[in-house]
């Protein structure tokens, strides 16, 4: 079931953030009729945050760019194990450059699948990857494209995974991580190569003659084999030639143990310089990054600030508008009662001269029938 279950989380957290919901009940809508315990695996798979959902977007749609800080983090970890300052500083420069471009690809792969990652988000990503290089394990977490939440490295103790990953057994599946380097290894020979047997560098006292003599016939033999056979019967050394002979053969029987010893690694003990070079290297990236977070804080605050004054000059203006309605719907409401009081007015003298107008012809009725 481990093996279907992490078919199926693949398939959900590669899909766009809003569809995951109802891609998940379909899932496991369609593996109950087959497999109830996989349904309900299926259904319990939580919905990522929307930081760790581009993050697992950039694993799935740019693979390329998570194993690259995955190399880049395990280089820095062989780097500070062999305290190598100025490697740890152009590798702190490099990582830099490549969390800028990774945290772009996933805003970008973000964007294509439907949603805009806020600036906040972004921050958290690039945290998460931070972490990637600081921890093997966080790493392969985030190379699985099954990240649940955003991850945090302090770069002393291993990153938190707890409940950071749907399908904990898919960690085990990617590729196993190069061994790392172990600073002086690829220097040092082996014990056989370095140092002679016992016996061919100190020979007996009896055997010291032969040793001489054959030492000495050996740097001798081109010579002795252009001369003739009964010359070199003629050529035997004295016992003091012998001895002067095993005299010069001892410091050539010493060379090899001395060179051995020269060549031998010494081991690796990091000066008090070295450790602190190793420890300004750290405290520079740590500058570089808070630097940089800073200046991102206020390019923030400034955007912030210029919003907040164009909104309240939009208010003002907004304010300004509405005192003008507000005069204006004073003046009508005033022209309005004018006009209603002088429609009164008109109404009243207009039917008082009607009654007029009537009187007058009632007038001219009685007078019309009256006789002269």
């Given amino acids: 079931m481990e093996e279907e279950l992490e078919r199926a989380a693949q398939a959900l957290y590669a899909l766009p953030f809003d569809e995951f919901v109802a891609a998940r ?6 593996a109950a009729t087959s ?25 799935h749609h740019h693979p390329g760019a998570v194993q690259q800080l995955r190399t880049l983090g395990q280089t820095m970890q062989e780097a500070q194990a062999s305290l190598d300052a100025a490697a740890l500083r152009e590798l702190a420069k490099e990582r830099r450059k490549l969390l800028g471009s990774a945290v772009g690809e996933a805003r970008l792969a973000a964007e294509e699948q439907g949603r805009k990652v806020s600036d906040p988000v972004a ?10 290089t600081a921890d093997l394990a966080a790493a392969a977490a985030v190379e699985s494209g099954l990240l649940l939440h955003g991850l ?3 770069g002393v103790d291993q990153v938190d995974l707890s409940n950071a990953v749907a399908v904990p057994s898919a960690l085990g599946k990617l590729p196993p991580p190069r061994p790392l380097a172990v600073p002086g290894a690829a220097r040092r020979p082996a014990d056989g190569a370095q140092r002679p047997a016992g016996g061919a560098q100190r020979p007996a006292g009896g055997a010291q003659r032969p040793a001489g003599g054959a030492a000495k016939g050996r740097r001798e033999e081109p010579a002795a084999s252009e001369a003739p056979a009964t010359q070199r019967t003629r050529t ?10 095993t005299g010069a053969a001892a410091p050539e029987r010493e060379k090899p143990r001395l060179r051995a010893v020269r060549t031998s690694p010494r081991p690796v003990t990091p000066s008090l310089l ?59 409401r005033k022209e309005r009662e004018t006009a209603a ?17 009537l009187l007058a012809k009632e007038r001219v009725l009685r007078l019309s029938n009256t006789p002269d």
């Fill in 25 to 30: 009940t379909a899932a496991a809508k369609d």
């Fill in 35 to 59: 497999n109830k315990p996989l349904a309900q695996a299926i259904r319990s798979l939580p919905k990522p945050s929307v930081a760790a959902w581009a993050v697992n977007m950039l694993a």
């Fill in 123 to 132: 921050t958290e990503v690039e945290e998460t990857l931070r972490a990637a």
């Fill in 152 to 154: 945090s490295a302090d």
């Fill in 236 to 245: 035997r050394p004295t016992k003091a030639a012998a001895r002067t002979d």
């Fill in 274 to 332: 070295e450790k602190a070079e190793a420890a300004l290297a750290e405290a520079e990236e740590a500058a570089a990054d808070s630097a940089a977070e800073a200046a991102r804080r206020a390019q923030a605050q400034e955007e912030a600030a210029a919003a907040f004054v164009r909104l309240t000059a939009e208010v003002n203006e907004a304010r300004q508008r509405l005192r003008t309605l507000e005069l204006s719907l004073d003046a009508a």
């Fill in 341 to 357: 009081a002088e429609a009164k007015q008109y109404a009243r003298a207009a039917e008082k001269s009607e009654r007029s107008a």
